[in-house]
C-alpha cells in the first residue's frame, strides 16, 4: 500500500483483503475507544454534501483516539485560488492524514503529489473508493467470503460504479452492468476487455443469479440540472421486486446512500428482507478506522 488512498487500483489484491479482514475485526471486537492514533489529526476538506462519510470519518478517528478538523474550502484560502501545492504543503506541516471530497479526481492526486501526508479520496465525480471498500466488507461479512461473487450494478456508470470496476479488476469478480445509453462507465476505467466485467442494457440481464444487486442515485452531486432528463432516460432501471426476483434468492440489495425511494429503487425493497444498507452505512465507519490505521501506523507493512 502506497502513501495515499485515491483510487481502489492503489490496493493489492492481499492489501484490500487484508484492510476488510481488520475492518470485520475491528467492528467484532467493538471498542469505542483505542487510543491508537492519540495525537494525531485528520483534516477533512469537503466540497459536497456528506452524511455517512463525513461523521464514519469523525467517528473513526475520535475511537482512534484522534482528532479531526473540518476545513470549508470557503473559509480558507482555497476559496481565494491559493495554489494546490502550497496548500497541500502547509496542510501537511500541521496534518496527519488528510481526507478530501470534491469534484475532480485530479485535483484530490494533484493535492496527494504534493502532500507529505497520507490522502485520501472521500469522493470525486471520477471515483468513491472507500464507498466501494466497505460494500465489499459488508459482502463479506454476510456471505462469508468474496470468491464466486456475481454483482449486478443497476444503473448509472458513475463514481461508485467505476470504483467498482475497479474492485472487480483487482479481485476478478464477476460484474454486470446495465446502464441505458449515454450513461456507460468511462471506457478507461473500463480498460481492456476482460471476462469478468460486462456492460449490458438489460437490468435483468445483468441482475439474474446475481449475489448482489447494487444501485445508486440517477443524478449525481454535481448533476441536480440534468434530474429531469436522467428521470426519464433512467425508467426501467429501477431496482424493485420483479428485478430481485430474478437474482439468487439470498441476494443482497446494496445501495450506498443517500437514496430516492421511488426512484432508483423502491421502498420495498430497500426496507425489505434483502437490504444491507444500513450495515452498508455502519460498516463505512469499521472500514475507515481500519485505513487510517493502514495508513497511519503502517499495518500495511505487516500485512
Ligand atoms: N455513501 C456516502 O458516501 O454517503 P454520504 O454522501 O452521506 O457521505
Ligand atoms: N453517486 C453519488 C454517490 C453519493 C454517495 C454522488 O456522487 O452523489
Redo the contacts with the bound molecule.
Keep these: 500500500m502506497g502513501k495515499d488512498f485515491l483510487t481502489i487500483q492503489d490496493l493489492s489484491r492481499e492489501e484490500m483483503t487484508a484492510l476488510i479482514d481488520r475492518a470485520l475485526q475491528i467492528k467484532k471486537e467493538g471498542k469505542r475507544s483505542t487510543g491508537a492514533l492519540s495525537g494525531y489529526t485528520l483534516g477533512l476538506i469537503f466540497d459536497?454534501?456528506?452524511?455517512?462519510?463525513?461523521v464514519?470519518f469523525e467517528t473513526a478517528m475520535f475511537r482512534l483516539g484522534g482528532q479531526t478538523l473540518f476545513l470549508s474550502r470557503a473559509q480558507t484560502q482555497m476559496s481565494r485560488d491559493e495554489a494546490i501545492e502550497d496548500t497541500a504543503r502547509v496542510l501537511s506541516r500541521y496534518l496527519d492524514v488528510l481526507a478530501i471530497?470534491t469534484y475532480s479526481q485530479e485535483q484530490v492526486q494533484e493535492m496527494a503529489q504534493w502532500a507529505d501526508i497520507p490522502v485520501i479520496n472521500?469522493?470525486t465525480d471520477k471515483y468513491?473508493p472507500?464507498?466501494v471498500l466497505s460494500d465489499l466488507m459488508t459482502v463479506k461479512e454476510k456471505r462469508g467470503a468474496l470468491e464466486d461473487l456475481r454483482v449486478a450494478w443497476i444503473g448509472d456508470g458513475n463514481n461508485v460504479a467505476q470504483s467498482w470496476i475497479n474492485a472487480a479488476h483487482v479481485l476478478g469478480f464477476e460484474l454486470l452492468l446495465a446502464c441505458p445509453a449515454g450513461y456507460h462507465p468511462l471506457p478507461e476505467v473500463l480498460g481492456e476487455k476482460t471476462e469478468n466485467i460486462r456492460v449490458v442494457e438489460d437490468p435483468k440481464e445483468a441482475a439474474e443469479d446475481a449475489d448482489v444487486i447494487n444501485t445508486d442515485v440517477w443524478a449525481s452531486?454535481g448533476q441536480e440540472d440534468e434530474s429531469a432528463r436522467r428521470l426519464a432516460d433512467f425508467q426501467g432501471f429501477q431496482v424493485n421486486q420483479s428485478l430481485v426476483a430474478v437474482a439468487r434468492q439470498d441476494v443482497l440489495v446494496m445501495h450506498?446512500?443517500?437514496a430516492h425511494r421511488g426512484e432508483e429503487i423502491t421502498a420495498d425493497v430497500l426496507d425489505g428482507p434483502h437490504s444491507v444498507v444500513f450495515d452498508q452505512?455502519e460498516n463505512?465507519m469499521h472500514l475507515h478506522q481500519a485505513l487510517l490505521e493502514g495508513l497511519l501506523l503502517g499495518r500495511r507493512s505487516r500485512i
Design positions: 459536497k454534501a456528506s452524511t455517512r462519510t463525513r464514519s471530497r472521500a469522493l468513491h472507500c464507498q452531486m450506498c446512500l443517500p452505512a463505512k
